[in-house]
Each structure stands twice: as C-alpha cells, then as structure tokens.
C-alpha cells in the first residue's frame, strides 16, 4: 500500500513534467468533475492532464503503459454512453487545449483540426468561406470533434450527408504503444491499404487518442426548404417516408415527433404553432433554389399520398427558425409532461432499418404505457434513428428499477426489429451488454484487434465489452 | 519429396469432396488461366476450387490452415493491381458461381447480394425498380461486386456518390480461421462496435473472403445533362473543377480528357465530335429537371469565367451518349496513337489532391517526353483520380525497362503530391512497394491487425506489403 502510493507519487511527478503544472490535477473536487458524462455512469480519475499536443499525448500514452494504468480521453464531455467516463480509474487526458483550426483548404475541399475544436466553432468558420462539415449533432455547441470522431457521431442530416466516418480523410492517432502515427490521405479518394481511419472512428479511444484530423468540407447548399407534414397515424407517417425515398428524393433529413414529443412541445412553448396530431415529419430538403422547389412539390405529394392530414412549407425564415426550433426543444421539453421528472439518457439511441420505425414507435409507446411512463419519442426517421426520452424522479429508487427494464426492453426490441442499440451516440459503458447480442461472433474479431494493438489494455478499459 | 506430393494428394481429395468433382482442377491449362489478372503480375495456383456457398468456402480455408497452403480468393479476374494472382501458389476460390442477388429491399434502400454478382447485372435489376448502386466502375461489366468491396473501387460518380465502403452497410465473411461472421448492420446507421465492415472493404482478401454484402442502393436521378467545356490550358481546367465546387456545386462526376486522349478518342474513331484543345472536361449532373438545368448553367458560368474556350451542353440523348461513349472508349483508344503497342496496367491509377491535378497532369506528360512515350491521360479529375496509358512493344525487353522507370517516377510524383498511388484499383503486388512511402508506420498497425487475424497468412499472402 505505502509503495503503491509513492509509485502514483512518481507517476504524477513525471506526468507533470510532461503536461506543466498548470495542466494536471488530483485535487479531489476537479476529479469529481471528471467522473461523469451525460449519461447515468460515474468512474473517478486518479489525475487528470490537459496536454496541448501530440507529443505530450505520447509521453503520457509511454508512462501510462509503464505505470500500467488506464488512460481515458475526453473531450467536452458531452457523451450520452459513459465513453469518457474512467469506470477502471486511471488518467483523463482532456483535449479541450487542442481546439485549434489548423488550416482551411477550400480548394480541395478539406479543412485540417485538432481534436478539441467545438463543433459549430468550426462550421461558424467555415460559413465564411461559403463551406460547411455536414454533420450536425443535436450537441453542436458542446461536441468537440475528437469527440465525434471517437464515437461515429451524426445527426439530423445524416440521411443526405452520411456520419462522421464519411467525412474523415486523414487522423493523427497517439497509439496504446505511444508511437504517433498518421493514417489515411489528403488525396479525395483511396484504396491504398487497410483503411485503418475507419476503424479509429468511433472505437471510442480504445485503439488510441485522435491528435488532429483532416476533414473533407462541401459547400453550403444556396437554399434549404422545410416541409411540415402532419399525420393521424404513426404508420401512414412510417409509409411517407419510405414514399418518399421511392419517389426518388433524398432530403437532407427527415425528423419525426409523435404525439407525445408535440404535446411536450406545446407544454413547453405554447406559442409555437404546430398541430397536435399522432406524428409530425419534418422534411429538410437543401439544394439549387429552383431544385429545392421541386423537391418541396413532391414530398407535398407524397405525402398527400400516404395520407397526411396537413402539409405546411415553410417558406418565411421566420417559420423555417420555428419549425426548427421545435424539433430542437423537444430534448429540452421532454420534462415538460413530468415536472418532477428528470430525463435520464438510457436506450436514448435505438435505430432500425426504415421500414421498422413505425413498428419501433409503437413499440417504444407499448413499453411506456406497461410501465406507466410517458414516454416522448423523437429522433431522425430518415436515418431510422429515434430517440426515446425516459424520464423518472431520480430520487425515487424504486422509479431506477422500472427505468432498467424499460432501458433493456426497448433496446432488445431495437435490436429485435434489425437495429442497434446506438446509432450515433456510441457504445460506452451503457450499451456494452448489448456487444455480444449485436455483433455475435463479430464480436471477437474487434477483441483480437484490441488485444493486438493495446497488449496492456490502458486505452480507456472497461468499454464496449472489448 | 514424395511426401509432399501425397499430402497435396490428400489435401486435393480432401477439396474435391467439399466442392464436387466439377467445381475443383489442377489441370496445367486451367491454372494457367487463373495465372493473371490484367496487370503484368503472374503467379500460377496450384489448385482452382469454385464453390457455391460459404460453408464449402469455410471448409476450404480450414483446409488451407491445416496444410498450410495460401488461399487467394479471386472474382472476375478484371482487377489491375495483381490482387487476385496468386504469386505463391496455393488455392485460388473463384467465386463467379456465387452471383445471386438474395434480396432486393426497396422499402430500405438495401440489396442483398453474393460476391460474384457481375456490377452491371445488379444495377440492371436494380433499374427495374427506379433504383441503383451508385457505384460505377468503368469495368462495370465484367466486376463482380465481391472484387468491388475487396478493392476498395469506385469509378466516375465518387465525385457525388462516394466510394463502394461508403454503400457496405452488412458483409458476411469467412475468417482466416475459417469462422463465418457478419459483420455491420441492417440499420442505416450504427454506431456501435469497431468498423469491421470497412476495414475489410478494400482488404483485398488478406483478412477473409466475403460471402455475402448488404449493400445500401439509391434511387435513380430523374434527370441527367452533361456539360463539354474546352481549354487550351491544363491549368485552367485544373481551376475550373476547383471553381465548380466554390461554387457551390457537386457534379455527379467531372472526367478529364487531355490533349493526347482526344488525340487518341479522335484517330480511333475520327465521327466522334469533340474539339482538339490542351483539356476537355466533361461535368456530369443529375438531380431533379429543374434543379439540373440550374446546375448546368452555372457550371457554364463558372466554365466561361475559368477561361473555357468551348462549352457544349449536351441537351440530346444523342450527343449525351456521343460524349459518354467518347470518354468510355479511351481506355480501348490509347493504342491508336501507338499502332505496335499494347497498353500496360503500370501506375494507371494515380490519385491527388484535387489543387494538384493540374501539377500531376503536366508532370505525366513530362515525364512522358523524357522517355519518348506518348501517355494518354484521363480519369475522374473531379476526384483528383487520373488513369495515365502506358503503352509499349512488348516484345521489345528495353520498352518493358522504360515501363517502369516510367511506372516509378508517375507514383512516386503522386506521393509527393500529396496524393496516392492508387485511388480505386488497390494495391496488391503492383503498388506493394509504396506502401511504406506511403503509410510510414500506420503500415505497422496494418501488419498487426493482419498477423493477430491471420496468425499463419494463408490469406493472400504476398499483397500489399503486409
């Protein structure tokens, strides 16, 4: 016990030398600080660094692996999966100091950043040169990049624009041996090698930590629309969506709200003018002007097709900030039916094959009405991905009993239906029971890899079951 | 000696019983078709198996573990990289008897197929629906989808549709243990677990064979129009493709022809109607009718500002067919400004930063000048990917020693471009030793993740520098 301790003393002594004294703590109240993310999971850290580059990155990876002692990476700690959470303790290395734009290269269509630059920082930069990085994440002020990257983030636009993997040229990864190494090309295209880039993205820092990134950009599209279709049933709006991808069209993406998530809505900001009807679409479509009219004609028809009982087009900015805006507050309205209630991010990330959201949606409803929760459901139906909110009095014990239940109903039926458990929010501590259900055998394949590459398992253990 | 001839014996008895007597030959004939691919690599099997399933494929590659023999999986034999010959001897699976498309899920813009679908055959089913893969080899109507995933291939539309790992959403594959594993998922997006599925979309079969792929389809775009613009300069064209994305644009493709290829296009077939300038670019878009036209007019613009000295819009079924069939029939075309000579798959699939296009357009042609051979280049500018056409007597052994130095010094010009040597072809033998220049020690991490999954490389051994 007492060698134990002056070991941690000449790890935290040499870390120091390392990062400086400013950048590292083991004070008690920080490392609280540390312990947690969004979701419900808690792991404290023995000490926490903040390096400001690679080669701090390296010198700690090396000391890690000498001290035999877990390294976690975080960035904003914005995940809603426990990722960044030390549930084997050890040390956090935060790359928020990282956050720069270190070059914006508009004539092939890439822009290169450290890990710890905050998503809508980069797109407000780019917006300048008339660019954009197409994935959005509901968390856009919050995420860091690193942190989409490490866990194979997306968003609403994802059914036009594909997820972060889509978009990542080139990554500066720290390996578990501490060796820098980049991987990938600036070239646009590349089929030299194994593509080792895809498989950094979303391992959730347990192959490595990202160090810089080269991302590909596109240019902001001249003009967007929004359609507002209502429906007075949840499987005519499962139906309209499909329609409309036969119909030749791939919006930008297509949000749903059901009945419960418009009523939080309402409940939330009475001023906000939508009907209160079974499922409300969302359809964002973005192109030419005169393109983005034409779409806009024929989800209309579309969806007239399959049964909508109204159909607005936002056309006023004004209408098109509100429409948005609702389907932004829903999150934040999800307490709004259950004022004592806190959401708590469990099963918050199911996704399945299209022609199982409506069958998921009932589900998920089913589940609620068993339990006697309201359960408000919204999420990304173009890209198959809902996200159900739970929400109980965290301080009864008996409602964390019933939250588990519906937590694991909903995720085995996601599951059941073709799905995953996580569609964009990653795998963590909180779907890591679910590891062998959904890959099989597969399953083993990613352990081979991981023992391969992190012999000594220090890159943030105790994650996706590896 | 002896003994090793009866083992063989034993192990050729031992596949004969899994594939059937007709599915299996050691005929000196048959393995010397199975001896090349298009590239200048040989390399003579020792045995052809063609199964029909994964089952059979399991129990050939246990075999192949057990005896120790290299298994080297093989499609339509249309690959240019040597990737499917089998330089140190073994097994060689075909596998064009596994070409079913299983299912075809319009609901949820997914296929399911076998690895012997030939590419073509798929969209044209496909276009039964009004849907299609958009992944559009040249070789589209020989290439099996099987050697499309292994490959990492793309083709002209990546500009727009991406590349092949960018549609894998499920493949089943057998390990190099012999294991059969799906990996992936039925939903549109997952984030959970590694990313298998990329890392052995463009393994060209040193991690496994694929058996079975889901594969993400999309509808086909309800218009299409082609853009012809002239340059009497190569740089000027290289500007316009960097304009047309400032401006906002993403073309489906943009394809370049420089003076030699139109050289090449019109000698072969002087009724094709294209103007003989320094570079031809042809912009192909699609969309919706009304969104289309947009385009094109502003790629008109952009072209007219860019200095364009000729712009042709292809507004007729006709002249576009005329102008696609131009582009189509370079590849056949190259030999025509060299009667004597046969063209050699060396250094065909450079690829570079879309800003240094120009710069590696011009440095082919030097190049060229310096060793007295006319090059032809083409290719997919629009994804910095060009196809440069070597061609030699190649019964003359000096013409072959000019080839490579020529070969050498086009990709090591790529690599020092920032760019690869290879954008969609792969590496097998052809580009194994630009492996280390171009990966520097992530080609490590690729030998590791190789050794941990195929502990006694029987899987393809001798590719891509592993």
Same mark, same amino acid.
């Given at each position: 016990? /007492?060698?134990?301790?002056?070991?941690?003393?000449?790890?935290?002594?040499?870390?120091?030398?390392?990062?400086?004294?400013?950048? #590292?703590?083991?004070?008690?109240? *920080?490392?609280?600080?540390?312990?947690? =993310? +969004?979701?419900?999971?808690? &792991? /404290?850290?023995?000490?926490?660094? %903040? !390096?400001?580059?690679?080669?701090?990155?390296?010198?700690?990876?090396?000391?890690?692996?000498?001290?035999?002692?877990?390294?976690?990476?975080?960035?904003?700690?914005?995940?809603?999966?426990?990722?960044?959470?030390?549930?084997?303790?050890?040390?956090?290395?935060?790359?928020?100091?990282?956050?720069?734009?270190?070059?914006?290269?508009?004539?092939?269509? /890439?822009?290169?950043?450290?890990?710890?630059?905050?998503?809508?920082?980069?797109?407000?930069?780019?917006?300048?040169?008339?660019?954009?990085?197409?994935?959005? !994440?509901?968390?856009?002020?919050?995420?860091?990049?690193?942190?989409?990257?490490?866990?194979?983030?997306?968003?609403?636009?994802?059914?036009?624009?594909?997820?972060?993997? =889509?978009?990542?040229?080139?990554?500066?990864?720290?390996? !578990?041996?501490?060796? #820098?190494?980049?991987?990938?090309?600036?070239?646009?295209?590349?089929?030299? &090698?194994?593509?080792? +880039?895809?498989?950094?993205?979303?391992?959730?820092?347990?192959?490595? #930590?990202?160090?810089?990134?080269?991302?590909?950009?596109?240019?902001?599209?001249?003009?967007?629309?929004?359609?507002?279709?209502?429906? =007075?049933?949840?499987?005519?709006?499962?139906?309209?969506?499909?329609?409309?991808?036969?119909?030749?069209?791939?919006?930008?993406?297509?949000?749903?709200?059901?009945?419960?998530?418009?009523?939080?809505?309402?409940?939330?900001?009475?001023?906000?003018?939508?009907?209160?009807?079974?499922?409300?679409?969302?359809?964002?479509?973005?192109?030419?002007?005169?393109?983005?009219?034409?779409? +806009?004609?024929?989800?209309?028809?579309?969806?007239?097709?399959?049964?909508?009982?109204?159909?607005? *087009?936002?056309?006023?900015?004004?209408?098109?900030?509100?429409?948005?805006?609702?389907?932004?507050?829903?999150?934040?309205?999800?307490?709004?039916?259950?004022?004592?209630?806190?959401?708590?991010?469990?099963?918050?990330?199911?996704? *399945?094959?299209?022609?199982?959201?409506?069958?998921?949606?009932?589900?998920?409803?089913?589940?609620?009405?068993?339990?006697?929760?309201?359960?408000?459901?919204?999420?990304?139906?173009?890209?198959?991905?809902?996200?159900?909110?739970?929400?109980?009095?965290?301080?009864?014990?008996?409602?964390?009993?019933?939250?588990?239940?519906?937590?694991?109903?909903? /995720?085995?039926?996601?599951?059941?239906?073709?799905?995953?458990?996580?569609?964009?929010?990653?795998?963590?501590?909180? %779907?890591?029971?679910?590891?062998?259900?959904?890959?099989?055998?597969?399953?083993?394949?990613?352990?081979? #890899?991981? %023992?391969?590459?992190?012999?000594?398992?220090?890159?943030?253990?105790?994650?996706?079951?590896?």
């Amino acid at each position: 016990m /007492q060698k134990e301790a002056s070991v941690r003393e000449e790890l935290f002594e040499k870390l120091k030398a390392v990062v400086g004294e400013e950048n #590292i703590s083991r004070d008690e109240a *920080v490392l609280r600080v540390y312990s947690y =993310d +969004v979701s419900p999971y808690k &792991g /404290q850290p023995e000490i926490v660094v %903040r !390096p400001s580059n690679a080669s701090e990155i390296s010198e700690i990876v090396k000391l890690a692996n000498e001290y035999r002692i877990p390294v976690v990476p975080r960035g904003a700690g914005s995940g809603a999966a426990g990722g960044a959470v030390p549930v084997s303790g050890g040390i956090v290395v935060e790359l928020t100091r990282m956050n720069r734009i270190l070059e914006i290269d508009i004539k092939n269509l /890439q822009v290169v950043v450290e890990p710890g630059v905050v998503h809508a920082n980069l797109n407000r930069e780019l917006a300048k040169y008339g660019f954009f990085f197409p994935v959005d !994440p509901g968390s856009s002020e919050m995420a860091t990049i690193g942190g989409l990257i490490s866990n194979g983030g997306s968003g609403m636009r994802s059914v036009k624009y594909g997820v972060t993997r =889509d978009y990542v040229m080139e990554l500066e990864v720290v390996l !578990p041996s501490g060796k #820098i190494v980049t991987m990938g090309s600036k070239a646009p295209k590349s089929a030299s &090698g194994y593509d080792l +880039v895809r498989l950094f993205v979303g391992a959730e820092g347990t192959l490595g #930590i990202v160090t810089k990134a080269r991302l590909k950009i596109l240019p902001l599209p001249k003009s967007r629309a929004l359609v507002l279709s209502a429906f =007075d049933d949840l499987e005519k709006a499962g139906k309209a969506v499909v329609n409309t991808f036969s119909a030749g069209l791939v919006p930008s993406g297509i949000e749903i709200l059901d009945r419960t998530a418009i009523e939080a809505v309402k409940k939330y900001n009475p001023e906000i003018d939508i009907p209160l009807v079974e499922a409300l679409l969302l359809f964002e479509v973005d192109g030419t002007p005169r393109g983005v009219k034409e779409e +806009v004609e024929t989800i209309k028809e579309v969806c007239e097709k399959s049964g909508a009982v109204k159909i607005d *087009v936002a056309t006023s900015k004004e209408r098109f900030d509100q429409l948005w805006s609702a389907r932004a507050m829903v999150g934040a309205a999800t307490t709004a039916l259950n004022p004592d209630c806190v959401r708590v991010y469990e099963a918050e990330d199911v996704t *399945v094959p299209i022609s199982n959201v409506p069958r998921m949606l009932l589900k998920i409803r089913e589940i609620g009405e068993k339990y006697g929760m309201n359960i408000v459901t919204f999420g990304h139906i173009g890209s198959g991905n809902l996200h159900p909110a739970l929400v109980i009095n965290v301080l009864d014990e008996s409602e964390w009993d019933k939250l588990w239940k519906i937590s694991e109903e909903i /995720q085995t039926s996601a599951i059941e239906l073709g799905g995953t458990t996580t569609g964009e929010h990653g795998v963590g501590i909180a %779907r890591a029971k679910y590891m062998e259900r959904e890959h099989g055998e597969a399953l083993e394949v990613m352990r081979t #890899i991981k %023992r391969a590459l992190d012999p000594n398992n220090i890159m943030n253990p105790g994650k996706m079951a590896l």
